[in-house]
T-cell receptor
Framework: EPEVTQTPSHQVTQMGQEVILRCVPI?????FYWYRQILGQKVEFLVS????????KSEIFDDQFSVERPDGSNFTLKIRSTKLEDSAMYFC???????????FGQGTRLTVV | DAKTTQPPSMDCAEGRAANLPCNHS???????VYWYRQIHSQGPQYIIH???NNETNEMASLIITEDRKSSTLILPHATLRDTAVYYC?????????????FGQGTTLQVKP
């Protein structure tokens, strides 16, 4: 069964450093999303991406965050200057144009120290 | 986005049916009911969705009341591997980006 792949599975970074989280979507999927989940809290929507541009973003997704598809396959989330409160699980999700069901990756656990 | 209300936790005996309720009294006519689950901090997993008719797939059944203000997810023969947080989400069928708004969900504990 096709799956969404995220790398790395766990990343530890120093406060103020830049991090890039990577996602390989399922091959025929057109819509891409990032979510995060702070430990013990609910899953929160960050951003949706379609046709090489952001289609919607939440209040959490401020200027420190950016997304792109640098090579037409990978889908990345960049955090420019990490803060302690950015520590969370980050999930990538993708879907086709016709199927509304989103497939989630296994997540990247980001720890900012 | 319409809100949903779910009990915070439920227990179920292994092999028995698990019935997870969800209230969505402010649901609009074009909004679907979706169910996802999350097993121990893994990525959420799609289970089933429906508009107004009852739905069944290999994982579960979804029963939606006639007025569509509530629904029940049924796992017919729960196993220990079904222990997870179950999320009931309502979302428009079109005109949005497809984002999912998760609540706190119901933590289902399947016990031997």
């Amino acid at each position: 069964e096709p799956e969404v792949t995220q790398t790395p599975s766990h990343q530890v970074t120093q406060m103020g450093q830049e991090v890039i989280l990577r996602c390989v979507p399922i091959s025929n999927h057109l819509y891409f999303y990032w979510y995060r989940q702070i430990l013990g809290q609910k899953v929160e929507f960050l951003v949706s991406f379609y046709n090489n541009e952001i289609s919607e973003k939440s209040e959490i997704f401020d200027d420190q965050f950016s997304v792109e598809r640098p090579d037409g396959s990978n889908f990345t989330l960049k955090i420019r200057s990490t803060k302690l409160e950015d520590s969370a699980m980050y999930f990538c999700a993708t879907r086709t144009g016709s199927d509304p069901n989103a497939f989630f990756g296994q997540g990247t656990r980001l720890t900012v120290v | 986005d319409a809100k949903t209300t779910q009990p915070p936790s439920m227990d179920c005996a292994e092999g028995r049916a698990a019935n997870l309720p969800c209230n969505h009294s402010t649901i609009s006519g074009n909004e679907y009911v979706y169910w996802y689950r999350q097993i121990h901090s893994q990525g959420p997993q799609y289970i089933i969705h429906g508009l107004k008719n009852n739905e069944t797939n290999e994982m579960a059944s979804l029963i939606i009341t006639e007025d569509r203000k509530s629904s029940t997810l049924i796992l017919p023969h729960a196993t220990l591997r079904d222990t997870a947080v179950y999320y009931c989400i309502v979302r428009p069928s079109s005109g949005n980006t497809g984002k999912l708004i998760f609540g706190q969900g119901t933590t289902l504990q399947v016990k031997p």
